[in-house]
T-cell receptor, first 116, second 110 residues
Framework: DGGITQSPKYLFRKEGQNVTLSCEQNLNHDAMYWYRQDPGQGLRLIYY???????QKGDIAEGYSVSREKKESFPLTVTSAQKNPTAFYLCASSIGLAGSSYNEQFFGPGTRLTVL | QKEVEQDPGPLSVPEGAIVSLNCTYS??????FMWYRQYSRKGPELLMY????GNKEDGRFTAQVDKSSKYISLFIRDSQPSDSATYLC??????????FGKGTSLLVTP
């Protein structure tokens, strides 16, 4: 089955700790994204990557870091610098650079992070 | 002003009703318009995609884009309880990075 997997589904973290959220896709997509969703806030873009070993900041990158060492994987680290990390985190992927055409973004099931 | 505005609801309708969901936007450069459906605690799934202005129909769903008014709509005919979800509008000027509305929570009651 092709798709996007995120793990874990639920994650609890103590304040001051870094934590890494996993995102893997087997769709052979070049582009991958991380979004954060808060109640009543919609989705906000944290980071995106158009190709391996390259990534760009989104609207709310402060306190987060990413890496893209493999095409299939785009892990997100929530650092202790993130002031309010409790949220639902969604990973997505799309075929690649859009150019003049639209690339549908496929979403994973999400990871719910709670800071205790 | 947020680039994409969407009434969060909740919107409650009886089964069989026609549902109208709407978003307004401020960036006239947007040319790709999407509607996503998100069930509770799940990732969003794409329902409809429209490029530029016009209408698009897919089964019980119709998407409309009015670029002159910066207004997009999603209509659901013969609504079913299984349509109960949050509906997110999204738009982009590049077909790439998406700008989402806050989502409208819809409840269809039997």
């Amino acid at each position: 089955d092709g798709g996007i997997t995120q793990s874990p589904k639920y994650l609890f973290r103590k304040e001051g700790q870094n934590v890494t959220l996993s995102c893997e896709q087997n769709l052979n997509h070049d582009a991958m994204y991380w979004y954060r969703q808060d109640p009543g806030q919609g989705l906000r873009l944290i980071y995106y990557s158009q190709i391996v070993n390259d990534f760009q900041k989104g609207d709310i990158a402060e306190g987060y870091s990413v890496s893209r060492e493999k095409k299939e994987s785009f892990p997100l680290t929530v650092t202790s610098a993130q002031k309010n990390p409790t949220a639902f985190y969604l990973c997505a992927s799309s075929i690649g650079l859009a150019g003049s055409s639209y690339n549908e973004q496929f979403f994973g099931p999400g990871t719910r992070l709670t800071v205790l | 002003q947020k680039e994409v505005e969407q009434d969060p609801g909740p919107l409650s309708v009886p089964e069989g009703a026609i549902v109208s969901l709407n978003c307004t936007y401020s960036n006239s450069a947007f040319q790709y318009f999407m509607w996503y459906r998100q069930y509770s605690r799940k990732g969003p799934e794409l329902l409809m995609y429209t490029y530029s202005s016009g209408n698009k129909e897919d089964g019980r769903f119709t998407a409309q884009v009015d670029k002159s008014s910066k207004y997009i709509s999603l209509f659901i005919r013969d609504s079913q309880p299984s349509d109960s979800a949050t509906y997110l509008c999204a738009m982009s000027f590049s077909g790439y990075a998406l700008n989402f509305g806050k989502g409208t929570s819809l409840l269809v009651t039997p």
